[in-house]
């Protein structure tokens, strides 16, 4: 079924990786690449930073209800009264909007800036924090310092001791901006391999082969909904502590997906009713097509493995 992409015109599809029951179900590699490639998944790494700030709350040094200026030495009063989780959900009430190039906060205003951590703590208040859901890189950056505020450690240096190298993640390179800080809201190079790791590990409510890797009740705060952002994402239905929800319609009944997803179709969708995780890459950057492609190869696959009502696979 994966080599229907093989002759996609557009060559910026890079892998698919399939685990059923935490084993190697299929993985097909397009375009020149192959298992040991590292790809940019962009914005998915968000919802890595989610997991550190995750890893770093079991350890008792931070909390996701705790005032997030605990964490960000310099924070002004634009944060004052915002929670980490209010970060961690994109409701963190700063004028930040990467839709709007208008927007003070906006990504390739940071992106830019010659001091990134002076620039997003000096972001404005646009409204009382917690109150509103507005995507943003800025506010995944802040929760990517909030991490090192609070570990004390450097963003990838936490990942590698804490999440990568527990899960066998030997290969990997994140972006770090002019100040020297890796960015929380993305830039993370993974094999798709890999990246599928970290969902099945997400899968199997924290652990990693017997290992703990997230607290259960840690992971399940994480991926809990917490905004409904249907009306303004047309492939989600609820955003958690960055990582999105979606009912996907699949023939006659819908099958419930969590996912982390990044420009240019990057994908990890965990789909707990058939035990499976699929990793997408694909470097269609700012191509609507690249979100669409990984939607239409996520519902093949949901289509080979149909579900009763229940949730539970069909016998076949």
Known sequence: MLSRWDGDARADLKAVVVLRDGQLAAQRYYNGNDAQSLHDIRSAGKS?????????????????DQPAARCLPGAGQALA?????????MRSGLDADDENPQSPG??????????????????????PPG?????NSLTAYLAGLCVEGAT??????????????????????????????AKGQGNLSLRAGDFARIGQMALDDGRWQGREIVR?????AILAPRARIGAVDPYADEYGYMWYR?????????????????????KLYLVPSLRMVVAIQSSAYGRGYGQRRSQDILRALLGAAPTRADGTEKSR
Do not use: C, M
């Not at 450097?154 to 999440?163: C, E, G, K, N, T």
């Open 48 to 64: 890595v930073t989610a997991l550190l700030a995750g890893i770093a709350a079991d350890r008792g040094r931070l909390r996701f």
């Open 81 to 89: 009264g915002a929670r980490v989780s209010d970060l961690l959900s």
């Open 131 to 135: 109150t509103r859901y507005v995507y």
């Open 106 to 127: 906006n990504e390739d205003r940071l992106d830019e800036a010659a001091d990134p951590v002076a620039f997003a703590l000096s972001a404005p208040r646009r409204e």
């Open 152 to 181: 004390g450690q450097p963003l990838d240096a936490f990942a590698d001791a804490h999440l990568f190298a527990p899960l066998g993640i030997a290969h990997w390179r994140w972006q770090r901006d002019v100040g020297g800080h």
């Open 246 to 266: 979606k009912r996907l319609r699949v023939g006659a009944g819908e099958i419930p997906v969590v996912f982390a997803s990044g420009n240019g179709g990057n």
């Open 216 to 220: 259960a009740d840690t992971l399940r």
